[in-house]
């Protein structure tokens, strides 16, 4: 992966400017609340109207707001509001609310668009307030009011989820509460849309009206109203999984110090710098990797409720090198928006110096129907190391997946998945856990 | 504010009057309704900001606590960037 750098052109150098001129860069950077970047000299010979080329930090995993779970969403929201708020305070204004603004370093939302702030016109409405409902309060009122799937709303609709169709899955209970009736059943309701886009009317001009009392009246419902969306995620399969899982105490301490070794072992040859937790479920794993590599961790799961649950876990220890991301292997992230290059998909963001697939392959060969040979394609796709735990069918809980399945997957057996992952990988080590009939194996990829 | 129908027409005959118009055969973008509808809720928010911060600063005064001083009206922009 290159190095990321940024043009301002010179028509936006009063606007980056007064960023900086007016101190808000300097407060927003000291509270790490927007990427820092320094300048430098870069100037492409074909781009004459370059004013400055900035080299931001680099983010080290970039992620999009239908990968995060609610607590992301609504820190990300609150973030944005935030920056609004300070940058009224020194004479400036966002220009745009996109959610795409806004990533993730461990735990800590931070704003990365250095140039959405431009100067406040006094009496001016807030120009991104529908881009802002529809980036974040609409999805994070349908995922605490109606269910947590609504989030993946926002794959579909990548500008945002439309305030009508916001309005129209809420349940009758959001109507009673007057930030969500304000800000998205009424505002929905204002919007020019249909016909009557083309009727001879009334082409707006200037838009003032709006004081600056009422622009922090805006800001501060809008705030209050986040604030108060709360979801409390419920128990499903996956965040309950290792309660139930047919490991004893030994047999999971067993698991944990291979693994562990085997991290330290690829640490000291690579020196890794991003490891891919697949199926981390609360991150049991994603620990261990932060605690025996230098690494950066994406933890990936299925399971909205169960990355919620992770994040908050990492919230709490203050952790800033693991990423919870929902992402279903099954169908992960495609690239997106125009030209399929707005968005990147889960392929092209990698790959990782190391994948941990502990406890996943059956779930994607009986539970998804992927045979062992593709699945080994993709982990060759997505890491160059990889260490991988396969439960054979003899397994109690590969026996109730296999239950209802009769002989479809005959062939599911520990020489088949050697077979299939050994034309993509070379089996540096392999070890039975104790207690169990399971096998964990480290290998790295055949180049 | 009440939920009611007819809210449309509303809105826009109240936000006619605060805005500038010019009548013209054109393409409306659906955002237009989201400017005049900011327009139109701004008395109802800058009243409630407003009572909001007394209030606050009279907790504030009864609780020995000092006042958010993030909380304050917008600031003209710095020179050269109107």
Known sequence: MGIVHRQVNAGFEQHYRGLIDSGLYEELVRERLLIPHVEVDLRLPDAPEAFAVLRPEQVPFISYPYEWCFSQLKAAALLTLDLQRRALARGLVLRDASAYNVQFIGHRAVFIDTLSFGPYVEGTPWLPYRQFCEHFLAPLALIAHAHHSLGQLSRVHIDGVPLDLASRLLPLSSRIRPGLVTHIHLHSRSLVTGPRQHTRGTVVTQHRGVSPTAMLGLIDSLTRTIANLEFEPPETLWSTYSEHSNYSAASQQHKQTLTAEWLSVIEARTSARKVVDFGANTGTFSRLATTHTSAYVVALDLDHTTVERHFRACVQRGDARILPLVQDLRNPSAAAGWHHAERRSLAERGPADVGLALALVHHLAIGGNVPLTEIAVFFAQMCSALIVEFIPSEDSQVQRMLALRGGVFADYSRQTFEAAFQRTFEVEQSMTIAGTQRTLYMMRRRE | ?82
């Not at chain 2, 027409?9 to 409306?28: E, F, K, N, R």
């Not at chain 2, 309704?33 to 701004?42: E, K, N, P």
């Not at chain 2, 001083?69 to 109107?82: F, Y």
Request: charged share 15%; net charge positive.
């Open chain 2, 1 to 82: 504010m009440k939920m009611r129908n007819g809210f449309e027409p509303s809105v826009l005959a109240l936000a006619i009057l605060l805005v500038t118009p010019v009548d013209a055969w054109a393409y409306v973008d659906p955002g237009t309704g989201s400017y005049l509808f900011q327009v139109l809720i701004a008395g109802g928010l800058a009243a409630t900001y407003t009572f909001r911060r007394y209030w606050d600063a009279l907790k504030s005064a009864v609780q020995g606590k000092p006042r958010d001083p993030s909380k304050t009206a917008p600031r003209h922009p710095p020179n050269g960037m109107a």
